[in-house]
């Protein structure tokens, strides 16, 4: 069984616009993230330093200097903050004006693959960015100064139908 995911725009600025990803009949992963660290956490400097750094690249644009680099020398899978953190929310950087928010977490581990749900979180950051940047070449899905126009509904491979 495959799963429907879109892209979707969350928050416009002067410099960057931010997209995230929405499951079909979910909330945003963002939201998920969001929803995970409520005012009043364990984590709120952990959020408020990931807030400065969005703050940061919805003023100055989403320059690669503001990332921590993730995922695969092929793929645009990011993380913020760049500063030392114990959260982390997974990002593709496609362009200096435009982001797409994901999901993340705590990090508790030395690298984000040796915990099973950040590891999630970049999988499927590093398969819609394949699925993305694929219909981008094919003309399909076109990067319009902050816009992202096409066709924004991907159907990612399901672990089972690999098998």
Same mark, same amino acid.
């Given at each position: ?19 995230? !990803?929405?499951?079909? #009949?979910?909330?945003?992963? &963002?939201? %998920?993230?969001? $929803?995970?660290?409520?005012? =009043? ?58 982001? !797409?928010?994901?999901? #993340?977490?705590?990090?508790? &581990?030395? %690298?984000?693959? $040796?915990?099973?749900?950040? =590891? ?44």
């Amino acid at each position: 069984m495959k799963s429907s995911v879109s892209i979707e725009l969350f928050d416009e600025r002067d410099k960057v616009n931010f997209y995230t !990803i929405r499951f079909h #009949g979910e909330e945003t992963e &963002t939201d %998920k993230f969001l $929803d995970k660290f409520p005012e =009043n956490c364990e984590y709120d400097e952990d959020i408020d330093i990931i807030i400065k750094w969005i703050n940061i690249i919805a003023e100055r644009g989403a320059l690669k200097r503001h990332f921590r680099y993730e995922g695969k020398l092929r793929d645009q899978v990011l993380a913020v903050p760049i500063e030392t953190s114990n959260l982390r929310l997974y990002v593709i950087r496609v362009s200096e004006s435009i982001i !797409i928010l994901g999901n #993340g977490g705590a990090k508790t &581990t030395r %690298k984000y693959n $040796d915990d099973a749900f950040l =590891n999630s979180c970049v999988e499927l950051l590093q398969e819609v960015d394949g699925y993305l940047r694929y219909r981008i070449r094919q003309g399909t899905v076109a990067v319009y100064q902050k816009q992202l126009l096409g066709d924004l509904t991907f159907h990612l491979k399901n672990k089972s139908d690999e098998e």
